[in-house]
């Protein structure tokens, strides 16, 4: 499977992000849920990809904060990237009306031009 035949599955399109978010593990039933920041791969409206704290597991929900917000997600897979990082790729769950438009912003701010993007000249004419 290519990356674009990768990325045409997905209901909403990808972007590459450059940010924090804390990220924290709920219902372990101790007293302190694990609980760290971490860096953000990439985002989309449905969920987003960051660089895995060494506690995620598939199948752990987990709090997102960033910029005063929280969001629920549910980690979907976790596979190793470049070099020893593995990165954990967290769906969100439960997004309301607002907390939707406030990551819609939070996209706007936060993202990077993706590679590809835009047009590209080799200097060959």
């Known amino acids: 499977m290519t ?6 599955r997905r209901a909403h399109p990808r972007v590459t992000a ?7 593990r709920l219902g372990t039933g101790r ?9 953000v791969v990439d985002l989309s409206l ?7 704290p060494r506690w995620v597991g598939v199948g752990d929900v987990v709090q997102i904060e960033v910029d ?14 470049q070099g020893p990082a593995l990165h954990a ?3 969100f769950t439960n997004i309301s009306g607002p907390t939707l438009a406030a990551i819609c912003e939070i996209v706007d701010l936060h993202t990077l031009p993706r590679i590809g993007q835009a047009e590209v000249t080799t200097g060959d004419t």
């Open 31 to 39: 007293r302190t849920d694990p609980s760290d920041v971490v860096q």
């Open 46 to 52: 449905g969920g987003m990809r960051v660089k895995a």
């Open 3 to 8: 990356v674009d035949q990768h990325q045409d």
């Open 89 to 91: 790729h967290i769906a």
């Open 68 to 81: 005063d917000l929280g969001v629920r997600g549910l980690v979907v897979n976790v596979s190793p990237r």
């Open 18 to 24: 450059s940010f924090s978010v804390r990220v924290r």
